[in-house]
């Protein structure tokens, strides 16, 4: 079965420093993932996906993502925060060809001026 | 990015009344939405797959009964929670597949349902 990890609940950083949000998965065969950002009372918005390809994809608002099978992991990068990137991170991941998203449990970002 | 909306955004209502979600994708088509529940400070559970002119699938211990999904058009599907109670308040967000970007979900801005 599908299963997506997000190890920690809450990160906080400093406005101008650098991110890294971490996500691994579970899944048999060659998934596609997903970073979903949700501001409070608020639906998701795609940030980035994977599909095939480029193991590192470009995503909205500066973020990047880099996908290892090696590490089952598709981590999202920032290299410098905004007080306006503080929410809260969904991993997905999805079946090939297939319609269901499994989420993680999700990641709340604080960012500290 | 696709646009997906919904309505109403926030519903209050009495215990034992029924409310009804719309979901649309304003810019494409989509033969297949998805609603989810999401509790606070919680991840999104998936609720059931509407697929337009067929009936949805539910995922395990969802009531069919209580959630009616018609999934009408190809731009419109309607949650309906019927003979709402207290526990059924929460977050309802609805997602719609995108047939240009094959396998991805836009999602609405959801639903705020509570129910006294």
């Known amino acids: 079965a599908q299963s997506v990890t997000q190890p920690d609940i809450h990160i906080t950083v400093s406005e101008g420093a650098s991110l890294e949000l971490r996500c691994n998965y579970s899944?048999?065969?060659?998934?596609?993932l997903f970073w979903y950002v949700q501001s409070p009372g608020q639906g998701l918005q795609l940030l980035l996906k994977?599909?095939?390809?480029?193991?590192l994809v470009q995503g909205i608002k500066g973020f990047e993502a880099e996908f290892k099978r090696s590490q089952s992991s598709f981590n999202l990068r920032k290299p410098s925060v905004h007080w306006s990137d503080a929410a809260e991170y969904f991993c997905?991941?999805?079946?090939?060809?297939?319609?269901?998203?499994?989420f993680g449990a999700g990641t709340i970002l604080r960012v500290k001026s | 990015g696709a646009v997906v909306s919904q309505h109403p955004s926030r519903v209050i209502c009495k215990s034992g009344t029924s409310v009804k979600i719309e979901c649309r994708s304003l810019?494409?088509?989509?033969?297949?939405m998805f609603w989810y529940r999401q509790f606070p400070k919680k991840s999104l559970m998936l609720m059931a797959t509407?697929?337009?002119?067929?009936?949805?699938?539910?995922e395990q211990g969802v009531e069919k009964d209580k959630f009616l999904i018609n999934h009408a058009s190809l731009t419109l599907s309607t949650l309906t929670v019927t003979s709402a109670h207290p526990e059924d308040s929460s977050f309802y967000i609805c997602?719609?597949?995108?047939?240009?970007?094959?396998?991805?979900?836009?999602f609405g801005p959801g639903t705020r349902l509570t129910v006294l």
């Open positions: 509407s697929n337009e002119g067929s009936k949805a699938t539910y």
């Open positions: 899944y048999g065969a060659t998934p596609y």
């Open positions: 997905a991941v999805g079946a090939t060809g297939g319609n269901k998203l499994v």
């Open positions: 810019d494409f088509q989509a033969t297949t």
């Open positions: 994977y599909f095939s390809g480029d193991t």
């Open positions: 997602s719609a597949r995108d047939p240009r970007w094959a396998d991805t979900q836009y």
